[in-house]
T-cell receptor, first 109, second 114 residues
Framework: RKEVEQDPGPFNVPEGATVAFNCTYS??????FFWYRQDCRKEPKLLMSVYSSGNEDGRFTAQLNRASQYISLLIRDSKLSDSATYLC??????????FGPGTRLSVLP | DGGITQSPKYLFRKEGQNVTLSCEQNLNHDAMYWYRQDPGQGLRLIYYSQIVNDFQKGDIAEGYSVSREKKESFPLTVTSAQKNPTAFYLCASSIVRTYNQPQHFGDGTRLSIL
């Protein structure tokens, strides 16, 4: 089993839709969690950290479920500019960052 | 502005040639990393360093070498032993042993074989 797993997609959604991605991780000692977005042929950019109580940044909401070992990302009112690959990243204190394979999102006009 | 600078943006390698990719950061981060990304694939860790003069192999270190003589710099050499070097190479840095501190990335180097 891979350490971090994501549904590769693609998720094709119309503008204005709400879309959710899940990510599961296998190491119960994981302590820090992040969502990155990567545009085609560009570097990953931090979208948001994921806090234990869940957190929101505008149209984006991240949740963490430690018991079930998954994190989620919810995007409301999708924009064309949200089209990208979304990477789930997990870090164990003092250890390396482990990246999921990414989920592709296409927002259609 | 603080950040990570990778150079060059594009690099071409001839058969049997070693090439070096530069990565410099002014974020005062202790840890630096090199990743390789193939088209349509995820990031794979090549090497990382958490302190000057020390570095560790990642998942795909064969055919690559690194050095960490200064905190700000972590160059990657793609040697002739790496038979399939064509990929997108990403350098990152982070604070270590601090909760919820993410990695920051440079804008990458695209390496191709001539």
């Amino acid at each position: 089993r891979k350490e971090v797993e994501q549904d590769p997609g693609p998720f094709n959604v119309p503008e204005g839709a709400t879309v959710a991605f899940n990510c599961t991780y296998s190491n119960s000692a994981s302590q820090s969690f992040f969502w990155y977005r990567q545009d085609c042929r560009k570097e990953p950019k931090l979208l948001m950290s994921v806090y234990s109580s869940g957190n929101e940044d505008g149209r984006f909401t991240a949740q963490l479920n430690r018991a079930s070992q998954y994190i989620s990302l919810l995007i409301r009112d999708s924009k064309l500019s949200d089209s990208a690959t979304y990477l789930c990243v997990v870090n164990n204190y003092g250890q390396n960052f482990v990246f999921g394979p990414g989920t592709r999102l296409s927002v259609l006009p | 502005d603080g950040g990570i600078t990778q150079s060059p943006k594009y690099l071409f390698r001839k058969e049997g040639q070693n090439v070096t990719l530069s990565c410099e950061q002014n974020l005062n981060h202790d840890a630096m990393y090199w990743y390789r990304q193939d088209p349509g694939q995820g990031l794979r860790l090549i090497y990382y360093s958490q302190i000057v003069n020390d570095f560790q192999k990642g998942d795909i270190a064969e055919g690559y070498s690194v050095s960490r003589e200064k905190k700000e710099s972590f160059p990657l050499t793609v040697t002739s032993a790496q038979k399939n070097p064509t990929a997108f190479y990403l350098c990152a840095s982070s604070i270590v042993r601090t909760y919820n501190q993410p990695q920051h990335f440079g804008d990458g180097t695209r390496l191709s074989i001539l």
